[in-house]
């Protein structure tokens, strides 16, 4: 079977970035404007553990409060799905701060810094919703000239499967 066409059968959704803008501090820290305009610092640490890789993203105020928190798990580790693609098993955002994008944030950081987040199969109705209601499209099919490489230098494209 090409992978086109198990794509269009499995309808393998990959999160399209939704274009939250982040800005670099001077001490390397990163930040991003939540909808009403505050300031939130954004941050991704890495570990690898028996199951294999897994990386947290995690939101803070300025003044050091955890507001959001994502965990992603390499697929094809834990998960089913595509190699060198990410699956989430844990978000969380406080509820006195949801509406203002952290999630989607969290979303869009990982993207740009790790790789593509793969619409896990098994989701929570809440999961379900904010997928329905941000952007995400059945994977797109790369020119092999347009191949990224994700942080850990793999490259993930159609034939990756």
Not at 38 to 59: D, L, M, N, T
């Amino acid at each position: 079977m090409k992978f086109k066409d198990w794509l269009l059968e499995n309808r393998l959704m990959i999160w399209d970035h939704t274009s939250t803008q982040f800005t670099e501090t001077e001490g390397g820290k990163s930040y991003f404007k939540g909808k009403n305009g505050e300031k939130f610092i954004i941050q991704i640490e890495s570990s690898k553990g028996p199951a294999g890789w897994s990386y947290s993203v995690q939101v803070h105020t300025e003044d050091g409060k955890l507001v959001g928190s994502v965990r992603f798990t390499k697929n094809g580790e834990i998960f089913k799905g595509p190699k060198h693609t990410y699956s989430t098993d844990y978000v969380h955002v406080d509820k006195n701060y949801r509406g203002q994008g952290i999630a989607r944030a969290m979303y869009d950081y990982f993207t740009e810094q790790v790789g593509p987040i793969y619409r896990h199969e098994y989701q929570t109705p809440e999961g379900r919703q904010f997928w329905g209601k941000n952007k995400s499209s059945l994977a797109r099919f790369p020119e092999p000239e347009q191949i990224r490489r994700g942080r850990e230098g793999y490259p993930y494209s159609v034939e990756d499967v």
